[in-house]
């Protein structure tokens, strides 16, 4: 019998739900490109409700200890002494969130004998030693789209946030002030701006798809070019990497995996070559940012503001400068778990776990380590120190 160890964050200060805001979810026929959802054999949980957290068990625990198999949820992940760090040496499973990863390092799966499959609830697979599971041949699995819809969508929303200034306006309206110079200040429309985005995978292109009506001029950079018909139908020009792009746009989207090839990139030097009042968006990694070129750049004006959900460490400390620096829009990394998309990640999930507990075949578009090696998104997407 297996152990699943699965690390979620906390349930609401007020408790876990009794009722929600919606009564359901709209139905989806599949994703964008004709990849299917999620298809797990069944679930046990009633879709839209709030299932990331730990009371929530991602629905997963009628179905694991119905078949005999331990399941242990716990949102305490840092220090020695963790929950975590005391029962992953038993583990043959962990699961964990993007938006509160448990890090399993290399010293971390040298100390789990026993764990042979690492799966991300969600997408993003950078919380783990890739390299490390390579060597010790565990398989490393995602969710692959069930959350780049959701992602795309709070793109779209920080890049309107920030140019529009609206969250300052809102603060105007709780502080029962009407200042509209004061407001009106930094604001300016969308339309006829150049926005580019740093990767354009699923949600990149998604983003740039949600993007077009408005009037905007597209760019992007991949190191995978997009088909020309999405090109032109699109209006897209093509950049062959970060560096040629940044220079030409008011706004800039960060839509890449972290690997050796992404972190750090936009540090003093790559942000000095921005437009004096471009506007930057990080939904993806936070390190593919230098923490404090961000800060100096908001702080001088080069960039106009910063948004994003993505922060180093997850959870943030409380003094990290991302928090008071000026001009910014953060959020704590949300994007990707709404109700809605945690109903298909927690579905994956399961049908991840249904493979492997059964003997079959992971779904290929999920996996990113397996049999010693890159594999499925994880070739496509991801580089690592032994590519």
Same mark, same amino acid.
């Given at each position: ?16 739900? #009794?009722?929600?805001?919606? %009564? ?20 046990? /949980? =009633? ?15 009628? /179905?694991? +200890?119905?078949?005999?198999? $331990? ?17 992953? @040496? ?41 390299? #490390? ?42 502080? !029962? !002030? ?7 200040? &930094?604001?300016? %429309? ?18 740039? &798809? *949600?993007?077009?009506? /408005? ?5 992007? =950079? ?10 032109? +139908?699109?209006?897209? =020009?093509?950049?062959?990497? #970060? ?18 090839? =992404? ?23 936070? *390190?593919?940012?230098? &923490? %404090? ?55 994956? $999930? &399961? ?13 290929? +578009? ?6 010693? @090696? ?14």
């Amino acid at each position: 019998m297996a152990k699943v160890l699965c690390v979620l964050y906390d349930d609401p200060i007020d408790g876990y739900p #009794a009722s929600y805001a919606r %009564d359901g979810l709209p139905d989806l026929a599949g994703y964008p490109g004709g990849q299917t959802l999620p298809s797990p054999k069944g679930i046990d /949980f =009633t879709p839209g409700q709030l299932l990331g957290s730990v009371s929530g068990e991602l629905g997963l625990r009628r /179905f694991l +200890e119905g078949r005999g198999h $331990t399941l242990v949820v716990t949102s305490d992940k840092d220090g020695d002494d963790s929950v975590f760090d005391r029962e992953l @040496a038993d583990a043959d499973v962990v699961i964990s969130q993007p938006f509160w990863p448990a890090y399993l390092t290399a010293e971390r799966i040298a100390r789990a004998p026993k764990l042979k499959l690492a799966v991300t609830a969600g997408i993003g697979s950078d919380h783990v030693d890739l390299d #490390a599971a390579i060597a010790r041949g565990i398989t490393v699995a995602e969710v692959t789209y069930c959350n780049s819809i959701s992602v795309a969508e709070h793109v779209v929303m920080m890049i309107l946030s920030l140019v529009r200034d609206y969250l300052p306006a809102h603060q105007t309206v709780l502080d !029962g !002030g009407w200042n509209i110079a004061d407001r009106v200040a &930094r604001s300016y %429309d969308l339309e006829g701006m150049h926005v580019g985005t740093v990767a354009a995978g699923r949600i990149g292109t998604a983003v740039l &798809r *949600r993007l077009k009506p /408005f009037d905007v001029h597209l760019h992007y =950079t991949d190191r995978h070019r997009l088909p020309a018909e999405v090109e032109q +139908e699109l209006g897209l =020009t093509f950049h062959p990497d #970060a560096a040629a792009m940044v220079p030409h746009c008011d706004v800039v989207t960060v839509n890449a995996p972290l690997h050796p090839e =992404t972190e750090g990139l936009f540090g003093d030097a790559l942000i000095a070559t921005m437009k004096r009042g471009a506007y930057l968006i990080n939904t993806a990694r936070a *390190r593919i940012a230098d &923490r %404090d070129a961000i800060v100096r750049a908001l702080e001088s004006g080069r960039l106009a503001g910063y948004a994003g959900d993505v922060w180093y460490p997850q959870p943030a400390p409380s003094d990290h400068p991302w928090r008071t620096m000026p001009h910014h829009g953060m959020t704590p990394h949300i994007s990707g778990s709404s109700l809605s998309a945690q109903t298909r990640y927690a579905a994956g $999930t &399961r049908e991840i776990l249904e493979a492997w507990l059964d003997g079959t075949p992971i779904r290929e +578009e999920y996996l990113i380590v397996e049999g010693g @090696a890159q594999a499925g998104a994880g070739a496509h997407s991801y580089s690592t120190k032994r590519s």
